[in-house]
């Protein structure tokens, strides 16, 4: 069983940072595809971005050369740098961990609780 938390999430202005972190708490994160995933209030759940093992990334376009996801496998924990931050980024962040490197929810197999970031103007 992996069980996942989030960390990091909190209030910022716009063009600010935050980094979020998600750890795995009993189980090593090994040959799992790890994802973020964030659901904004009225509005589906949408994949932010997901790192290989071997950390190969991907990113929907709206956060490409502002989120970074990366992971430290030593410390089964994955993270998620988010710079340049705009209003529309405000929801709740989710991580996610599962052995497809996909965009749809139903290939993730764990999730996290999921930390708010509210971004204001």
């Known amino acids: 069983q992996v069980q996942l938390v989030e960390s990091g999430g909190g209030l910022v202005q716009a063009g600010g940072s935050l980094r979020l972190s998600c750890a795995s708490q009993r189980r090593t994160l090994g040959g799992y595809f790890m994802a973020w995933w964030r659901q904004a209030p009225g509005k589906e759940r949408e994949f932010v971005a997901v790192?290989?093992?071997?950390?190969?990334?991907n990113y929907i376009n709206s956060v490409k050369g502002r989120f970074t996801i990366s992971r430290d496998n030593a410390r089964n924990t994955v993270y998620l740098q988010m710079n340049s931050l705009k209003v529309e980024d405000t929801a709740v962040y989710s991580c996610a961990a599962g052995l497809k490197g996909s965009m749809r929810p139903d290939d993730y197999n764990y999730w996290g609780q999921g930390t708010q970031v509210t971004v204001s103007s």
């Open positions: 790192i290989s093992w071997s950390n190969i990334t």
